[in-house]
Nanobody, 124 residues
Framework: QVQLVESGGGLVQAGGSLRLSCKAS????????MGWFRQAPGKEREFVAA????????YYADSVKGRFTISRDTAKNTVDLRMNSLKPEDTAIYYC?????????????????WGQGTHVTVSS
């Protein structure tokens, strides 16, 4: 089992940047594929980005491709989401998630463990 704690959310103006971080504790960090999801007010939770257990493979939702970058640091047991050129429509609660069945690939669904989320608000 793994515990996930997100940090780094906040208020930023459109065009600005934020870096979200997710700290994992528990089993060996590289045993999990990791992902970021978000849920905007009144909308369903949606996939944002994913990274494989080794960190060699990444995948992004079309809405964030070219603006967001996911990375992981095995030594620190963290996975980060660097968000640039933020738009008001990026406003949401951002969740970190871990998937233990397919650690060698990127995964967009079926995550097993979730953090409590961190709020991101982008003002126009």
């Amino acid at each position: 089992q793994v515990q996930l704690v997100e940090s780094g959310g906040g208020l930023v103006q459109a065009g600005g940047s934020l870096r979200l971080s997710c700290k994992a504790s528990g089993r060996t960090f590289s045993s999990y594929a990791m992902g970021w999801f978000r849920q905007a007010p009144g909308k369903e939770r949606e996939f944002v980005a994913a990274i494989s257990g080794s960190g060699q493979s990444t995948y992004y939702a079309d809405s964030v491709k070219g603006r967001f970058t996911i990375s992981r640091d095995t030594a620190k047991n963290t996975v980060d989401l660097r968000m640039n050129s933020l738009k008001p429509e990026d406003t949401a609660i951002y969740y970190c998630a871990a998937e233990e069945t397919h650690p060698k690939v990127v995964v967009t669904t079926g995550y097993d463990y979730w953090g409590q989320g961190t709020h991101v608000t982008v003002s126009s």
